[in-house]
């Protein structure tokens, strides 16, 4: 039998079965030494501290559990642990709170218990609890009463083990974390370039529900996060990628086309000074160049083309022309659409009633207000000063229809001075748009009344 003193404190607690294993398994762990050439149950207190300060999480120890072992540590004189024999250190309540910068007492016998549960302390006490050491008389130590370190010592292997995993697990999290940021900013500026460039506008649909997906899957990627979970939104991330890549090459691919037809069409017309427009000014060279490509109204592409095919005489060979451009049917249902939409009201909405209604809207028309695409040009030039994002503004027209979304632009212009938040407004009155419950004849005779 080994010398064995009570184990808690000042001898009056119970004696556990857990108390006793951890004596037993101190025993054999030095009893492996001897027979093991790899182990030799020593180490360096401070890189020992240090891997447990990183492993931590598979022992369930806070960190004023670790400040506590640190501060107990810090009372062996020598910088090497040697687990093979006990090293008992006995400081006082009064220094070790001190070592611990203040800690009260209470919490250290919470954080000592801890410590002693986790199998890193032994108790070693004396007969009366206090916790002294007996020396010779040259000075040296016989015995002492405290806490023994060697536990601590002897469980170094394990925990640098621990401590490499969660290093590899930390880095694994840091790498997918990244990973996330990366999509998430390389998808919102691919749907960003898509409303710039025009895609938004020939398929609002698509790239909403592209919006709707992202911020579903934004927000704070939490550096403690599960990394099961984190892969889990990556691998979501990477398949919205793919799908966005897709949709806007394809867009890319349907821009070229029609700007290619609109080519031939301006060629087949003879006139030279609309196929000037589209070539590039450069003498030394002759490939397309797009003038300007931030346009997102699809019922303008084309529009030059549409016009000059309207001065040929012959009528079979404007139907041919604008059936080359691709455009001419498109163009005819969607001016029909912007100028005659009822889809909000049932009494439509006239250009007089609109010019009247909404005289310094009509300021905005750079080339005058004579027809629902000069409307629509001012109405995109109006946007932006307002402060309405490209999504609320694709929303309203999704809902009110074109007609219905450029004459609530002109009533927000009117009102500029009352309404506060014009994007908040707008989107407001989308929502009542979808759901039945907006008119624009009210909103105009409301203008007209004032």
Known sequence: MTDRIAT?????????????????????????LKTSGNRTGKTDKWQFLRALTEARAAYALSDRAITVLEALLSFHPEKELDGSE????????????LRTRGMSAPTLRRHIATLVKTGLLLRKDSANGKRFARK??????????????????????????????SRAHAAEVRKVRAEITLHL????????????????????????????????????????????????????????????????????????????????????????????????????????????????????YCSDYIEAAGRASDGEKRDELKQEAGQGDHQNAEAHEIRGSAKMDPEQVSLGDLKRACPSFAEYALEGLGNWSDARKAAELIRPMLGISKDAWLRAQQHMGPAGAIVTMAYLVERADEIKSAGGYLRTLSEKAEAGKFRLRPMLDSLMNR
């Open 185 to 300: 900013r390389d998808i919102s500026k691919m749907i960003e370039a898509a409303f710039e460039d025009g895609q938004g506008a020939h398929s609002p649909v698509l790239w909403l529900g592209f919006t709707d997906e992202l911020k579903a899957l934004s927000g704070r990627v939490a550096r403690n996060g599960a990394l099961s979970d984190h892969k889990q939104r990556c691998d979501a991330l990477v398949r919205l990628r793919a799908r966005v890549e897709s949709a806007f090459l394809a867009g890319m691919d349907e821009a070229d086309l029609r700007e290619r037809d609109c080519e031939e069409a301006s060629v087949q017309t003879g006139d030279i000074s609309q196929l000037n427009r589209i070539m590039s000014g450069n003498d030394a060279r002759n490939e397309r160049h797009i003038q300007n490509s931030n346009k997102d109204d699809s019922f303008e």
């Open 136 to 165: 010779g008389p040259d000075g040296e130590v016989r015995d002492a009463f405290g806490f023994n370190l060697a536990p601590a010592a002897l469980m170094a292997p394990e925990v640098f083990e621990h401590a490499e995993a």
């Open 8 to 32: 808690t404190p000042f001898g009056g607690g119970p004696f556990s079965v857990a108390l006793f294993k951890a004596h037993e398994k101190l025993e054999a762990d030095r009893a492996a």
């Open 86 to 97: 006990d090293i008992i250190v006995f400081p006082s309540n009064a220094e070790l709170s």
